[in-house]
């Protein structure tokens, strides 16, 4: 392929993110997003009330809080223009419909808002959605710099995953999240290809900031980044002496964390140390990890709404199905190739941060039911690419050049389907007619 084809396949997958995403900002109702209205309330509190809130005023304020403040700024910039584009308006909540196909806020003809604030929002978290992808399609051309068609697979896989195109749309703190993660990604493959130095430093002092600054989902993949450096590192025996700059540095970084912000950095490490330690009762029964796995699968690839809307369970088995070939089978093309690093160290660090993400949510699935697959994109482009990479290793030559159009058009008929069968019959939007 190309660089002019290369250039137009990315303009094209960029362009269906872009409308795809803006479809569903527009077709989800306001509020029906996960957690979509204590994500907004607390920066427009931030906004009108000038202080962070309290976790009794919001269930959500032990977040890390880089999204909040960053959306206090917009909505605080809104109200300077009219207060009514700011506003926050909770009409009645049924809480009973949580996983059931119809609205959980009684939105009707009498009382329907175009809540300008929520919009802006969930406009800005697509442009986040779309940076994470550009950095993952930096990291695939490090990964798979002669494979074109393997690289344009992968991306159009993530970009087109219909969860993934649900959650960059909404508002919440998962878009800064899943960017941050891509940097990540991004930053391991580049230490792995470069010799040890400045940018290793660096990734470590990014690695430790960004989950207590975006989302703790990030956290395996900060510890991916400190294993790969801490392994450079040691092979690199001139350079032993870096390590206690690197040392100062960690310490450094979380003493201006813990100065700045004390309440999150106590919030986080109670977080963490909840969802490591802690067990449910029913945790190891068949029945709950029956459950449990299903709603991982179903709200990675496809279950809008509060667990309400979603794509058939059999679509998302065949789905988590070709993933899970797709890896076994990059797994058997890797034990073929293993004697061409750095290429091949590169893909340890790719299943390094994959495995490591997959097993934190499964971990975490075991502390609390909430546990969705939305979770793990911040590793989408490393989970993205060992899939595809499997399917296109397998295929003989004249099918990998027609891979990206392949899963092109698989992932737009299922958003398609998803807006046709699932989210325009549930939700009512006065708007539509």
Not at 117 to 135: E, P, S, T, Y
Not at 232 to 250: E, I, N, S, T, Y
Not at 388 to 409: D, E, K, N, Y
């Amino acid at each position: 392929m190309d660089a002019l084809s290369e250039r137009r396949w990315l303009a094209l997958i960029f362009t269906l993110y872009t409308v795809l995403a803006l479809g569903y900002s527009l077709l989800m109702p306001v509020w029906e997003a996960p957690d979509e209205p204590a994500h907004y309330h607390i920066a427009w509190f931030l906004a009108r009330a000038g202080r962070y809130p309290t976790p009794k005023q919001n269930y959500e304020a032990d977040q890390p809080r880089a999204f909040y403040y960053l959306g206090s700024w917009v909505i605080r910039s809104l109200n300077k223009v009219d207060p009514g584009y700011s506003a926050y308006f909770l009409p009645h909540e049924n809480k009973i419909n949580i996983r059931i196909p119809v609205h959980r806020f009684d939105w009707d003809a009498a009382n329907y808002r175009f809540l300008l604030g929520v919009h802006v929002l969930r406009w800005i978290n697509i442009l986040f959605g779309a940076a994470a992808l550009w950095l993952c399609w930096r990291a695939f051309r490090l990964l798979a710099p002669d494979q074109a068609t393997l690289r344009l697979a992968a991306l159009t896989l993530a970009a087109l995953t219909p969860q993934f195109l649900h959650i960059m749309s909404s508002v919440n703190n998962d878009a800064l999240g899943t960017l941050a993660g891509a940097l990540l990604f991004y930053l391991s493959l580049r230490i792995v290809k470069e010799p040890i130095g400045w940018l290793s430093l660096f990734s470590v002092l990014v690695a430790l900031a960004l989950p207590l600054a975006t989302k703790l989902t990030v956290l395996p993949l900060s510890a991916s980044l400190l294993v790969i450096v801490a392994w450079k590192a040691w092979h690199a025996f001139p350079m032993k002496r870096w390590l206690p700059f690197a040392g100062l540095a960690v310490l450094a970084v979380v003493g201006v964390f813990y100065f700045l912000t004390p309440d999150s950095i106590k919030s986080s490490a109670s977080e963490i140390a909840w969802r490591l330690l802690s067990l449910r009762k029913d945790a190891l029964t068949p029945e709950y990890l029956r459950l449990i796995s299903l709603q991982i699968a179903r709200t990675y690839w496809g279950q809008v709404g509060w667990l309400a809307v979603g794509l058939p369970v059999w679509v998302v088995a065949a789905l988590s199905l070709a993933w899970s070939a797709g890896a076994v089978l990059n797994v058997r093309w890797l034990v073929k190739e293993r004697g061409a690093p750095p290429g091949f160290q590169m893909w340890m660090a790719t299943w390094l941060i994959a495995l490591l993400t997959i097993a934190a949510v499964a971990r975490n699935a075991l502390t609390t039911g909430a546990t969705q697959g939305r979770f793990l994109f911040p590793a989408i482009g490393a989970l993205a690419i060992i899939a595809v990479s499997g399917w296109h290793a397998t295929l003989p030559r004249r099918f990998q050049g027609i891979l990206p159009a392949i899963v092109l058009v698989l992932m737009l008929g299922l958003n398609l389907a998803l807006w046709i069968w699932g989210i325009l019959p549930a939700y009512y939007q006065p708007f539509l007619g």
